[in-house]
C-alpha cells in the first residue's frame, strides 16, 4: 500500500477551499493538460455525500476510467472518496480543510494499493509511488490556477475574496517530503 500525504497552505476560508475541490468543473479545468476528463458526475457539477464521479485518464499508454464514491461529507471541514472502480486494488483519498492564521491549511490523504498480488506490491515500490508523487503534485499545482479562476471568477465577487498564497508539500509514507513550489498571490 502506498500513502502520500499532501499539504497545501492556502490564504482563503476553508468554505472556499472546500468548495473548490468538490467541484467537478474546476477540476475539469485543473486535470485538462494531462488529458484527463470527467465521464459522469452530478449535473450540479458540485459534489455532496453519496455522490458517484467517474474519471477517464491515459496512464501508460492505456486509457483508464475510475469510479469513485463520496463516503465521508462534513462540510466544511472534510470529505472522502473511495474507488469503486478502476485499475487499483483500493483507492481512498482523504480531503481535509483546516483553518489555520491567514488560510486554510488544505491536506489531502491518498492511500492505494496496486492489484496483481506479488506483482503490485513490487510495482508499488519501483515506479507506482514515484509516479504517484508526480501526479498528486502537479493536481496540487493544478489547484492553484483552477483556485485562481474560481475566485477571480463570479465566486470572488459573492466571497468577497481574491487569492493567498500556497506552499505545498508531498509527504510519503516514508516521511519523504518534496517541495512542490510556492505561488503569491494578492488577497483583498
Given at each position: 500500500?502506498?500513502q502520500l500525504t499532501?499539504?497545501?497552505?492556502?490564504l482563503?476560508s476553508p468554505?472556499?477551499?472546500f468548495?473548490?475541490?468538490?467541484?467537478?468543473?474546476?477540476h475539469?479545468?485543473t486535470m485538462?493538460?494531462?488529458?484527463e476528463r470527467?465521464?459522469?458526475?452530478?449535473p450540479?457539477?458540485?459534489?455532496e455525500?453519496?455522490?458517484e464521479?467517474t474519471f477517464?485518464?491515459?496512464?501508460?499508454?492505456?486509457?483508464?476510467r475510475?469510479s469513485a464514491?463520496?463516503?465521508h461529507?462534513?462540510?466544511p471541514?472534510?470529505?472522502?472518496?473511495?474507488m469503486l472502480?478502476?485499475?487499483?486494488?483500493?483507492?481512498?483519498?482523504?480531503?481535509r480543510?483546516k483553518?489555520v492564521d491567514?488560510g486554510?491549511l488544505m491536506t489531502?490523504?491518498v492511500?492505494?494499493?496496486?492489484p496483481?498480488?506479488p506483482i503490485?506490491?513490487?510495482?508499488?515500490?519501483?515506479?507506482l509511488?514515484?509516479?504517484?508523487?508526480e501526479?498528486?503534485g502537479?493536481?496540487?499545482?493544478?489547484?492553484?490556477g483552477?483556485?485562481r479562476?474560481?475566485e477571480?471568477?463570479?465566486?470572488?465577487?459573492e466571497?468577497?475574496i481574491?487569492?493567498g498564497?500556497?506552499i505545498?508539500?508531498?509527504i510519503?509514507?516514508?516521511?519523504?517530503?518534496?517541495?512542490?513550489?510556492?505561488?503569491?498571490?494578492?488577497r483583498?
Amino acid at each position: 500500500m502506498i500513502q502520500l500525504t499532501v499539504e497545501t497552505l492556502i490564504l482563503a476560508s476553508p468554505e472556499v477551499c472546500f468548495d473548490m475541490a468538490r467541484d467537478m468543473n474546476a477540476h475539469a479545468k485543473t486535470m485538462a493538460s494531462s488529458g484527463e476528463r470527467i465521464v459522469a458526475c452530478p449535473p450540479s457539477g458540485m459534489l455532496e455525500m453519496g455522490d458517484e464521479v467517474t474519471f477517464e485518464a491515459r496512464h501508460f499508454w492505456i486509457r483508464l476510467r475510475l469510479s469513485a464514491r463520496i463516503v465521508h461529507f462534513d462540510p466544511p471541514f472534510s470529505f472522502t472518496d473511495e474507488m469503486l472502480s478502476g485499475a487499483f486494488k483500493s483507492l481512498r483519498h482523504e480531503h481535509r480543510f483546516k483553518a489555520v492564521d491567514g488560510g486554510t491549511l488544505m491536506t489531502d490523504v491518498v492511500a492505494l494499493s496496486a492489484p496483481f498480488g506479488p506483482i503490485g506490491w513490487l510495482a508499488e515500490r519501483i515506479f507506482l509511488r514515484q509516479y504517484m508523487e508526480e501526479g498528486v503534485g502537479r493536481a496540487e499545482i493544478g489547484v492553484e490556477g483552477a483556485l485562481r479562476s474560481w475566485e477571480l471568477g463570479a465566486r470572488s465577487a459573492e466571497l468577497g475574496i481574491d487569492v493567498g498564497s500556497r506552499i505545498g508539500n508531498v509527504i510519503s509514507d516514508k516521511g519523504d517530503h518534496k517541495k512542490l513550489g510556492a505561488l503569491n498571490w494578492k488577497r483583498n
